[in-house]
């Protein structure tokens, strides 16, 4: 039976300017007296300001909350960097900024919960008529949070939000190369999505590959303990060999120990996230259907990789209620240094609810 896809038509900006006009198109849509918000990091991350300066240039009237996003001291170097992000936050928005603390928990798996539920109870997330989520310098398992809860509320009965929702990313490969992780936790499933079925006949692991991955990878290996694998590489790639050097880099575990048929390794668009939604969306419905004589399955997915990609991983995972593993990095390391100037980057904006879907 064909699936019914959420986004089968879809709403993409793949450049700076044309994520731009999307913005403008999407803030005119509540200009009379709907109220703008810009969700961003206020991190360590070289892009945690290529979004807000543009968005203080383009977009009058809209609120801020810049999330702070680790204590003092836990990312080696780049402490320096966070504040002084923080300082041209402020000086870009004003008393429209707030900055929101770091959220402390016992069980970090709980941290994420806890960070949205103050963002609706505190500051009124989903009050507003326009969300730019700008997933640029937020760690995964933060903008997943966000977004799983956006989408689940506009999708319930007694529909809590019913604005536009935008997510945004900056992608810089050169960035990417410089942040390294270490000192992983213990690996988790993400709240909001389902978490591990014990009771599943089998379980399918779906990584999206990326660099420097390895030992998240192989800690997750040990977490899930699945019954068959399917690995995602980005293709097309701006790098086209990317996908060969993933495949490579990541062989021993892959290959040699899980036993990762070629069949099962994916191609998905590195620049478009709702390939990889697509793909997902298939992938676990095949499965399901074809395993369902022995028993429920669980598809779960993990990405390693792409701002964009990892947008991809959460629409797949929302709509077809697959479980979300990670292993969080404890600390980061930045290395290098290049003036702000020289970074090449590119804005995309993927429009997810509101105006353009409303019939």
């Known amino acids: 039976m064909p699936i019914n896809l959420t986004w089968a038509d879809y709403v993409f900006a793949e450049s700076s300017k044309a994520s731009i006009e999307l913005w403008q198109a999407a803030a005119d849509t509540t200009a009379a007296s709907g109220r703008a918000l810009l969700v961003c990091g206020a991190g360590f991350d070289p892009r945690t300001l290529d979004v807000p300066r543009r968005v203080a240039e383009h977009l009058s009237d809209i609120d801020v909350l810049a999330l702070e996003l680790a204590p003092p001291g836990s990312h080696d170097t780049a402490d320096a960097a966070a504040e002084q992000h923080q300082d041209e936050l402020k000086n870009l928005f004003g008393r429209r900024l707030t900055l929101v603390p770091r959220v402390t928990a016992t069980d970090p798996s709980s941290q994420s919960a806890k960070l949205t539920r103050g963002l609706v109870r505190d500051h009124g997330l989903l009050d507003y008529d326009t ?4 997933m ?27 604005g536009n929702l935008l997510a945004i990313a900056s992608e810089d490969p050169f960035t990417d190369s410089r942040i390294f992780a270490s000192e992983l936790d213990e690996p988790e499933t993400l709240a909001g999505f389902p978490g591990l079925d014990e009771a599943a006949g089998t379980t399918i692991w779906v990584p999206v590959l990326g660099r420097s991955s390895v030992d998240e990878l192989r800690a997750l290996s040990v977490f899930l303990n699945p019954g068959e694998v399917c690995a995602v590489v980005p293709f097309p790639a701006g790098n086209p060999r990317i996908g060969d050097d993933l495949l490579l880099e990541h062989r021993q575990l892959l290959f040699d120990e899980l036993e990762l048929e070629p069949r099962n390794v994916f191609y998905a668009s590195e620049s478009n996230p709702f390939d990889l939604y697509r793909q997902l969306v298939h992938l676990a419905d095949r499965y399901r259907q074809a395993l369902k004589p022995l028993g429920s399955t669980s598809v779960v997915v993990s990405e390693h990789t792409s701002k964009m990609l990892g947008l991809g991983v959460v629409l797949a995972a929302h709509e077809q209620k697959l479980t979300v593993a990670h292993a969080r990095p404890m600390s980061y390391r930045l290395e290098g240094s290049r003036v702000d100037a020289e970074r090449e980057t590119n804005i995309s904006t993927a429009w997810l609810l509101g105006s353009p879907y409303d019939t």
């Open 131 to 134: 969300v730019l989520l700008d």
């Open 136 to 162: 640029s310098g937020l760690p995964s398992m933060v903008s997943f949070a966000i977004l799983q809860l956006l989408l689940t509320q506009a999708q319930q009965q007694a529909q809590q939000f019913a």
